[in-house]
């Protein structure tokens, strides 16, 4: 699947996920308009551009690759309250990288 691709179906769930940031929220935040948002989320952009993503990434508390290698699916899933704070901190998108990879490496 295309990267742009990946970025159209990831933007919308990352963004629910950090406490359901909206478009116009997330473009104030990275410095563009709520239609780039847009157009990025309905893949019309050929390439954003690793410097947009990274902030967008940053924002979203996810790594560019999380946000731009493999598409998304939301889950519920109930996890001990440390391991959320951590996963809301700092080093949370670093946190979830490795959890990832860890699972991918358990198949």
Do not use: F, W, Y
């Not at 990831?10 to 929220?25: A, D, K, S, T, V």
């Amino acid at each position: 699947m295309p990267a742009i691709d990946v970025i159209s179906a990831n933007l919308p769930i990352l963004r629910e996920l950090r406490n359901r940031i909206g478009q116009l929220e997330l473009a104030e935040r990275v410095g563009v308009s709520r239609r780039t948002i847009a157009r990025l989320e309905n893949a019309e952009v050929a390439d954003p551009g690793v410097d947009l993503m990274t902030r967008i990434a940053g924002e979203l508390g996810a790594s560019l690759a999380l946000v731009t290698e493999s598409q998304l699916r939301a889950v519920a899933l109930a996890l001990p309250e440390d391991v959320c704070d951590r996963l809301g901190s700092k080093q949370g998108a670093e946190i979830l990288d490795a959890m990832v990879r860890a699972a991918r490496h358990a198949r």
